[in-house]
Nanobody, 120 residues
C-alpha cells in the first residue's frame, strides 16, 4: 500500500519561498507509480492541479500558475518536493501530493494534505 505524507512550514510570509515535502512509502517514485503530483485547495475553492514529476524524471506544470514553482525529487529518500517562490496570500491552501499509475489528474493515492497559510 502506497502512503504519502506531506510536510511543510505551515505559516509563511508574503514574498517568501515555500518548500513542501512529500515522503513516499510502500512504493518507489522511480518505478511502479508513474506520476507524482502536487495539488492544492484554497479555502472555499476546488482542487487545483499544480504539476507533477514522472517516474522517469519528466516534469509537467499547470501553465496557468506561471513559473513560480518547481517540482523535484530525491530518489534515495523516495521523496518529492514542491518549491514555490514569491508567495502571495492567495497561495493559502491545503497542499496535497497525489500518485497515479496513468493519469495526471486522477489519483490512486493521496496524502492527508498540509495547510499552508501566507500571511504577514
Amino acid at each position: 500500500q502506497v502512503q504519502l505524507q506531506e510536510s511543510g512550514p505551515g505559516l509563511v510570509k508574503p514574498s517568501q519561498t515555500l518548500s513542501l515535502t512529500c515522503t513516499v512509502s510502500g512504493g518507489s517514485i522511480t518505478t511502479n507509480i508513474y506520476y507524482w503530483s502536487w495539488i492544492r485547495q484554497p479555502p472555499g475553492k476546488g482542487l487545483e492541479w499544480m504539476g507533477a514529476i514522472a517516474s522517469d524524471g519528466s516534469t509537467y506544470y499547470n501553465p496557468s500558475l506561471k513559473s513560480r514553482f518547481t517540482i523535484s525529487r530525491d530518489n534515495a529518500k523516495n521523496t518529492v518536493y514542491l518549491r514555490m517562490n514569491s508567495l502571495k496570500p492567495e497561495d493559502t491552501a491545503v497542499y496535497y501530493c497525489g500518485a497515479s499509475y496513468g493519469s495526471l489528474y486522477e489519483y490512486d493515492y493521496w496524502g492527508q494534505g498540509t495547510q499552508v497559510t501566507v500571511s504577514s
